[in-house]
């Protein structure tokens, strides 16, 4: 099925036109990704691993992420990329935004959802992600010491860290 997007200029103003994800975005245009950080009931964070068949980072572990389809908002698409990725229903009250990153060809919008996540509900999507597990801080940054982390992961984390800091805190 064909994915399109909404494409923005650098201010991330639409420009009124769409694009067929796989062709090189035009020049000056950018599109919109979510990047999802589920933090469940033990302050642990939920990495995927990517499945080996993806074309970038493959074999290594994320957050939950995707493109924005065109028509959708941010939000609904940090809902449905949850819920495809690993199963996970979070309302809209549930998702937190934190932030945006801009990339060569992208705004990143991050959110983070903090809930209760029972293992056996977990649903990995196929050709997407092989396995999961939940980490605390310090495994995360052993995970990105020992190279086993996707890029674009580490590179949005730090962005934030001091965020995830005091909601993995005990007291939170």
Not at 149 to 159: G, N
């Amino acid at each position: 099925m064909a994915e399109y997007w909404d494409l923005y200029d650098e201010h991330r103003i639409a420009l009124g036109r769409t694009h067929l994800r796989g062709r090189p975005l035009p020049q000056d245009s950018y599109h919109v990704v979510v990047s999802v950080w589920t933090v469940n009931q033990d302050n642990k964070l939920l990495l995927t691993l990517r499945s080996e068949e993806k074309e970038l980072y493959p074999g290594l572990w994320e957050n939950t992420s995707g493109s924005v389809m065109s028509g959708e908002t941010s939000l609904q698409a940090a809902q449905r990329e949850l819920l495809e990725e690993t199963g996970i229903h979070a309302t809209q009250d549930e998702m937190v935004f934190l932030g945006t990153a801009r990339k060569a060809f992208s705004f990143v919008d991050i959110y983070v959802v903090k809930k209760t996540v029972d293992d056996g509900a977990i649903r990995l999507q196929q050709g997407e992600t092989t396995a999961y597990r939940w980490v605390t801080l310090p495994e995360l940054e052993q995970i990105h010491r020992q190279g086993e982390l996707a890029f674009p992961v580490a590179y949005r984390f730090e962005q934030f860290r001091t965020v995830f800091e005091s909601m993995l805190s005990p007291s939170t």
